[in-house]
């Protein structure tokens, strides 16, 4: 069965940035919104990661220190 698609209308130069940025990633431009709907879709319901930034250092002291 077919994907069921639809339209999305944005200004030109909406677009005109959409279709720079999918010419640098090598997509199409429904390729880069469905992408960049997936990526940011992705930052909203990621939970923060409980490493903080000293214990990042930290670990990578240790690590230095083997």
Same mark, same amino acid.
């Given at each position: 069965?077919?994907e069921? %698609? ?14 720079? %940025?999918?010419? @640098?990633?090598?997509?199409?431009k429904?390729g880069?919104?469905?992408w %960049?709907?997936? @990526?940011?879709?992705?930052?909203r319901v990621? @939970?923060?990661?409980? %490493?903080?930034l000293?214990?990042? @250092? ?6 230095e220190?083997?």
């Amino acid at each position: 069965m077919p994907e069921e %698609l639809t339209t999305v209308q944005v200004d030109k130069e909406t677009s005109e940035v959409l279709g720079w %940025l999918a010419n @640098q990633d090598r997509r199409s431009k429904t390729g880069e919104f469905r992408w %960049l709907v997936d @990526q940011e879709k992705a930052r909203r319901v990621s @939970q923060p990661s409980p %490493l903080t930034l000293e214990a990042a @250092q930290a670990a990578a002291e240790s690590m230095e220190n083997r």
